[in-house]
C-alpha cells in the first residue's frame, strides 16, 4: 500500500523539500550559456559554476550598465578584472554577480597609467563603461572673497576623451585581443551638449589608437537606477515644478540597460567577429518627453504635479544653480542634452536594409529583444508613490 501524504515521516517530506531545491538551484544556475561553442580552456556544464576560458576587464563596471553586464558575464562563467578608484564597500554589491574566486578587483587612478594596466593584466578583452552625467568638481580656499572656489575634478574631456585614449593605447601596447568601448547615441562633433561632443570625440580617439575596437553606441538607458525616469519621478515629487524644455516635443528612444547588457555579454561571446563594428542599442518606440512626463505621473499618482513649459534659456538659470548639489538633479549640460533628439542614427527599416561589411548592427543581430519601457518602468517607479505600493487599497493606511 501506498503510504498517503500524512503518513511520510518528517525525515521524508525534508528529504523531498530539499531534492525539489536542489534541482530549482541546478536549474537557476546552469541558465543557458552565452558562449555558443565550448573553448579548449573552458571547464564545467557551462553558465554558472564553469569556467569560461575567458578573462575579461571591466572600467566602469561600479556604474548603472556596469552592474548588469556584471551580471551577465557572471551567469557565462567569465573571469572579471573589476577596476575600482573608492573602496571596497562601493563595489561589494558586485560580488553576487559571480561564483567565488571568479572576480579580482583592482584600485586604481585614471592618473596612474601603471595602475591602469594593472587591472588589465592578462584579459583577453576590456570593456570600457567609464562615464559621468556631470563635471565632478570640489571646493578649494580662496584668499579673496567668497573665500571659496570650485575646480573641476574630472571633466567631460577627461571622462569621455583622455581616459578612452589611454585605455585602447594599453590594449594596443600589451597585445590585448578585443577592446569593446561604451559610447552613446547622442554622440555628435555639433551638438550643444559637451558630454554628446566630448562621446563622439572619445569615439574617434578610440579608433585612431585602437582601429578594430567594437563601438556600442546606445540611446538613453532605462532601469530601476537609472537617472531618467526617476529624475522626471523625482522632480514631480520634490520640486514645485516639473520644466518641461521647450515644451518637450523634443523625442526620445530609450533602451532597456539590460537588453544592452546583453549585447555586450554576447559581443564577449565572440569578440573577433565583431571586431571595427559599430552596435547601435535602442528601445522599440520614441517617445517625446512630454508623453513620458505623463506616463510617469500616471504611474506614480501623482497628476496634481505641476507641469510646465518653459523656455531652454529659464531652465538653464535654474539648471546653474542645481548643479552644485551633490548628485545634481539638473545640469547645464542636461539641459542641452535634452533640448535635442536623442535617437538612433537609422530608422529600424533603414537598419534592416543596409548592404555590406560596414553595416551597423543592432541588438536584434544579437538576437536581443528590445523591452518596452511600459514593461519595466512601472516595477520602479511606484515607489515615489506618496503613499507607498499600496496607496488605492482602502483600509491599508
Keep these: 500500500n501506498s503510504l498517503l501524504p500524512t503518513q511520510l515521516s518528517y525525515k521524508t ?66 573571469l572579471a578584472y573589476i577596476a575600482n578608484r573608492g573602496d571596497e564597500f562601493e563595489i561589494r554589491h558586485l560580488k553576487p554577480s559571480f561564483d567565488l574566486g ?9 592618473r596612474d597609467t601603471d595602475s591602469m594596466r594593472e587591472v588589465i593584466g592578462d584579459a583577453d578583452i576590456v570593456i570600457n563603461m567609464i562615464g559621468k552625467y ?26 569621455n576623451v583622455t581616459i578612452p585614449r589611454t585605455i585602447a593605447e594599453l590594449c594596443l601596447e600589451m597585445q590585448i585581443d578585443n577592446f569593446i568601448h561604451i559610447s552613446s547615441a547622442a554622440a555628435s562633433p555639433d551638438h550643444p551638449s559637451e558630454w554628446a561632443r566630448t562621446k563622439y570625440e572619445g569615439e574617434q580617439a578610440v579608433k585612431e589608437v585602437y582601429p578594430w575596437a567594437t563601438i556600442v553606441r546606445p540611446t538613453q538607458l532605462f532601469g530601476p537606477e537609472d537617472r531618467f525616469m526617476n529624475y522626471l519621478a523625482f522632480m514631480a515629487s520634490y520640486y514645485p515644478i516639473v520644466p518641461l524644455i521647450d515644451g518637450g516635443h523634443q523625442l526620445t528612444q530609450p533602451v532597456y540597460a539590460v537588453d544592452v547588457a546583453k549585447t555586450i555579454t554576447r559581443i564577449c561571446d565572440d569578440p573577433a567577429r565583431f571586431e571595427g563594428k559599430i552596435i ?3 528601445g522599440p518606440s520614441d517617445y517625446t518627453y512630454a508623453e513620458l512626463m505623463e506616463f510617469i505621473l500616471d504611474v506614480t499618482l501623482m497628476e496634481e504635479a505641476r507641469v510646465m513649459d518653459i523656455p531652454k534659456e529659464y531652465v538653464l538659470m535654474a539648471a546653474n544653480i542645481l548643479q552644485y548639489q551633490r548628485n545634481p538633479p539638473l545640469t547645464p549640460d542636461i ?26 548592427l543592432t541588438m536584434e543581430d544579437f538576437g536581443v529583444k528590445q523591452t518596452p519601457i511600459e514593461k519595466i518602468a512601472f516595477n520602479y517607479l511606484h515607489r515615489h508613490r506618496k503613499g507607498g505600493h499600496f496607496t488605492k487599497e482602502t483600509g491599508y493606511h
Design 134 to 159: 556631470y563635471e565632478s568638481k570640489q571646493p578649494y580656499q580662496t584668499k579673496e572673497f567668497p573665500y571659496i572656489g570650485y575646480k573641476t575634478n574630472y571633466s567631460f574631456h577627461d571622462a
Design 280 to 282: 547601435d542599442c535602442f
Design 335 to 360: 539641459v542641452h542634452l535634452w533640448s535635442e533628439d536623442y535617437l538612433p542614427a537609422m530608422t529600424a527599416k533603414e537598419y534592416k536594409n543596409q548592404r555590406g561589411l560596414d553595416k551597423i
Design 102 to 110: 571568479r572576480t579580482r578587483f583592482v584600485y586604481y587612478s585614471p
Design 13 to 78: 517530506m525534508l528529504g523531498f523539500r530539499r531534492a525539489i531545491a536542489t534541482q530549482r538551484r541546478r536549474f537557476i544556475s546552469t541558465e543557458v550559456p552565452q558562449i555558443p561553442e565550448r573553448r579548449s580552456t573552458e571547464a564545467g556544464p557551462g553558465g554558472r559554476a564553469s569556467d569560461a576560458g575567458l578573462t575579461v576587464a571591466i572600467f566602469g563596471a561600479t556604474g548603472f550598465l556596469g552592474r548588469y553586464v556584471c551580471c551577465e558575464l557572471g551567469t557565462s562563467g567569465v
